[in-house]
């Protein structure tokens, strides 16, 4: 019996309207595979495909903008200074 799994997708973004920044990722999907690590240079941008949800780190929120189906997620709720953990789709 053939297994039929929808692939998301998920975009991390520097935005170099908001900040000039560095931003280190970790970017895992559901099975743990580790789609992206390390830093990613301003005006960089990363699209992956994996199973949802996925598990995000992000050295500078701030530095960064994520999109996931098209929608953008909202990283306000992360001060300056401190490493973002979260999940998208948020549950």
Known sequence: MASVTRAARTRLRQD???SRFDCWIQITDSRGRVLAEGVKKANDSLALEGEP???LVLGAPR???VEYMNQA???SS???GRVAR???PQS
């Open 16 to 18: 170099s309207a908001t």
């Open 53 to 55: 949800p996925f598990r």
């Open 63 to 65: 530095a960064a903008s």
């Open 73 to 75: 997620v909202d990283l």
């Open 78 to 80: 992360f001060s300056a």
């Open 86 to 88: 979260l999940t998208v």
